[in-house]
């Protein structure tokens, strides 16, 4: 399950979103703020019947879905609610059923002469929403989840938050990528535990794989780890991803299997753990890689982020 992209712009008196989203999730009817596989959800036999859709076949699903939908998107102009209508919807061809599809869908609605701020709300069932304000001097962006309503947005732009802000609203981001749905980062951070339960060499530990983590988080978002990929799916015919995700299970099963045959921590096992913080470090980047952190308060967004996976 991936955050919804949403792209928000005034064209000719409209407000507009264009939105990449999952549209299988939202037809199949998933709760994506419950789900974080939609393998494991009770409707996982209806989603991979419509992963197997041609793109105009669910293309025609979801805007007969759309009546539903809406009834979950809140759109207000200075608190005078407005009518979203659906616009377009272009879906991408089948390729491998077993990898999420994107989609795109675009919706507007008529702004009341004099409006000077809209408000936007998407609704709990749809997972989170990245909504990025465009074409604007300091542009809103947000992370809406569970429900939330968005700030303010001036339609004439100024509406970025601020560097505190920023870093206020990263924390739980962090958080949230280890709990709850930071299985591997858990295993690992246990794994560091088992051998060595007193406090202090326990917190240098963590510490150290949170460091790399970060480290290759923000250079993936700044975009200098893309070769890497490119060379991977040059040589290989594989995304990196491919790559990492065995690659950190092997981190976890690396760290069980030293524990039992060691009985204190070896020299080299800060080394170790610095080298397979970097790599689950890049395994959260393609998912951030999807939605990117924001431009203007790229540090104080990044170390929000680090304070709440440290916490």
């Known amino acids: 399950?991936?955050?919804?992209?949403a792209d928000m712009r005034v064209v000719d008196g409209d407000v507009t979103f264009e939105v990449r989203a999952n549209?299988?999730?939202?037809?199949?009817?998933?709760?994506l703020s419950e789900t974080a596989d939609t393998n494991e959800s009770a409707q996982a036999v209806t989603y991979d019947e419509l992963r197997a859709l041609p793109p105009?076949?669910?293309a025609a699903q979801f805007e007969a879905f759309w009546p539903q939908m809406v009834q979950g998107i809140t759109l207000s102009a200075d608190g005078t609610l407005l009518a979203p209508v659906l616009t377009s919807v272009n879906v991408d061809p089948v390729g491998d059923v077993e990898v999420v599809r994107s989609?795109?869908?675009?919706?507007?609605?008529?702004v009341p002469d004099g409006a000077e701020n809209v408000q936007m709300g998407w609704g709990p069932e749809f997972g989170v929403l990245v909504l990025r304000q465009m074409d604007v001097p300091a542009p809103y962006d947000g992370y809406l989840e569970a429900g939330a309503l968005s700030d303010l947005i001036p339609l004439a732009g100024g509406g970025q938050a601020t560097a505190m802000e920023t870093f206020i609203d990263y924390i739980p981001v962090g958080f949230d990528h280890i709990v709850p749905k930071g299985l591997d980062h858990i295993l690992f951070v246990l794994g560091l535990f088992f051998l060595a339960a007193r406090l202090r060499p326990l917190i240098l530990q963590v510490s150290l794989?949170?460091?790399a983590h970060t480290i290759t988080l923000a250079l993936a978002a700044l975009g200098y780890t893309q070769f890497v990929d490119d060379f991977t799916q040059a040589r290989f015919g594989i995304a990196f991803i491919d790559i990492v995700e065995p690659l950190i299970a092997l981190s976890i099963a690396y760290v069980a299997i030293e524990n039992i045959f060691m009985r204190r921590i070896s020299p080299?096992?800060?080394?170790?753990?610095?080298?397979?913080?970097?790599?689950h470090g890049l395994g959260f980047a393609s998912v951030l890689a999807e939605f990117g952190l924001p431009d203007e308060t790229f540090v104080a967004a990044l170390i929000g982020f680090y304070v709440g996976v440290e916490v």
Request: glycine content about 4%.
């Open 23 to 31: 549209l299988e999730s939202f037809v199949a009817g998933i709760n």
């Open 209 to 211: 794989f949170t460091v």
């Open 103 to 110: 989609s795109i869908f675009t919706f507007s609605a008529a």
């Open 1 to 5: 399950v991936l955050p919804s992209i």
């Open 268 to 279: 080299w096992r800060p080394f170790v753990i610095f080298v397979f913080g970097l790599l």
């Open 56 to 58: 105009e076949t669910l």
